[in-house]
């Protein structure tokens, strides 16, 4: 991996304390690494209409997207303050799946252990982006 596991979720960490999560009082900051060494973070934005949160995952994708980033995730780092253990929504792991059928899932539970799952791991017979024919 061209980043530390480590330095992904510290920065995953720092993108959580700028979370707009008044509703669920449930932080989440993420960092996407890309193939060429480059990182975009985000954190979840929740509405009043609570049905329209969006996640960090997705809001960390979808900054680097609007910088041209359109494959080549190696690696998302997800953190959450508030949880002893945050792991991807589906929605979210279908989001990492369309922009790179390798990329690696990086969190760390409440002893400050790393864990990295595959994107094959967490969404097992996934649709990717070449199936569409
Ligand atoms: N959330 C994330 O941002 N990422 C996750 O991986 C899990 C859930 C957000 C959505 C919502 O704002 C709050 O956490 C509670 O579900």
Redesign the pocket.
Known sequence: MRKDPCYLISLASEAAKK?Y?P??K???G?CVLYGDGSVYTG????NTSYGL??????NAISTAVADGKHSGIEAIA?F?PDSEL????GA?RQWVAEFSENAKIIVQDKTGQIMEFSIKELLPNAKFMHDVR
Do not use: G, K, L, Q
């Open positions: 979370a999560a509703y669920s449930f932080r989440v993420a954190c979840n934005v929740e949160a969006v996640c960090a995952e997705r997800i959450s945050c792991f991807p929504c979210c």
